[in-house]
């Protein structure tokens, strides 16, 4: 009995050992996206999201036709020369990530699949229109969100984009 439990209790430690291992190594291929300085929280309540961007950037109104194309929301910086949009499309059926993927490499270049604070998304580049773009599925995959940063080619607005996109988190 007592060889039982003491071949246990040392199974268990090289276990809890090797976790301890697995998770810092894991850790240690995380890329870390530090937080948009400066920002400010934007929630989209009706679609269960919110976004951190930089607090000095405006928000632009919606026309009629961009709203027609499912736009909900767009906003620049104070010198107009980056900008952000988000749109929502609804689609007849369901569908998965895969999918999604699949269809806007028909049409888009570099598209790769990543995760951001655990939802899937899709990442595309239009590079005749200087656009890079991550979609996402909503939690029954009849809806999809797309939120699209210009210009791609601006080096330094690409830092701010991924800050943006790590911001991205599910609300209730």
Same mark, same amino acid.
């Given at each position: 009995?007592?060889?039982?439990?003491?071949?246990?209790?040392?199974?268990?430690?090289?276990?809890?050992?090797?976790?301890?291992?697995?998770?810092?190594?894991? %850790? %240690?291929?995380?890329?870390?996206?530090?937080?948009?300085?400066?920002?400010?929280?934007?929630?989209?309540?009706? #679609?269960?999201?919110?976004?951190?961007?930089?607090?000095?950037?405006?928000?632009?109104?919606?026309?009629?036709?961009?709203?027609?194309?499912?736009?909900?929301?767009?906003?620049?910086?104070?010198?107009?020369?980056?900008?952000?949009?988000?749109?929502?499309?609804?689609?007849?059926?369901?569908?998965?990530?895969?999918?999604?993927?699949?269809?806007?490499?028909? %049409?888009?270049?570099?598209?790769?699949?990543?995760?951001?604070?655990?939802?899937?998304?899709?990442? #595309?580049?239009?590079?005749?229109?200087?656009?890079?773009?991550?979609?996402?599925?909503?939690? %029954?995959?009849?809806?999809? #969100?797309?939120?699209?940063? #210009?210009?791609?080619?601006?080096?330094?607005?690409?830092?701010?984009?991924?800050?943006?996109?790590?911001?991205?988190?599910?609300?209730?």
């Amino acid at each position: 009995m007592k060889k039982t439990v003491s071949l246990l209790l040392t199974l268990t430690i090289i276990l809890l050992a090797s976790c301890a291992m697995a998770e810092t190594a894991a %850790s %240690s291929d995380a890329i870390e996206v530090p937080a948009v300085e400066n920002g400010t929280v934007v929630p989209f309540p009706d #679609y269960n999201f919110q976004i951190t961007l930089p607090s000095d950037w405006n928000v632009l109104d919606i026309s009629e036709d961009q709203a027609a194309t499912g736009i909900i929301f767009s906003c620049a910086n104070p010198d107009a020369t980056r900008s952000f949009t988000v749109a929502y499309t609804e689609f007849e059926e369901a569908t998965d990530i895969e999918s999604v993927a699949s269809e806007l490499a028909t %049409s888009f270049e570099n598209v790769q699949a990543l995760t951001i604070n655990g939802m899937p998304f899709v990442s #595309y580049d239009i590079a005749e229109q200087d656009v890079t773009g991550i979609v996402t599925l909503g939690g %029954s995959g009849i809806g999809m #969100y797309q939120f699209v940063f #210009y210009p791609s080619s601006d080096a330094d607005y690409g830092t701010l984009a991924l800050q943006i996109a790590a911001s991205i988190n599910a609300i209730e």
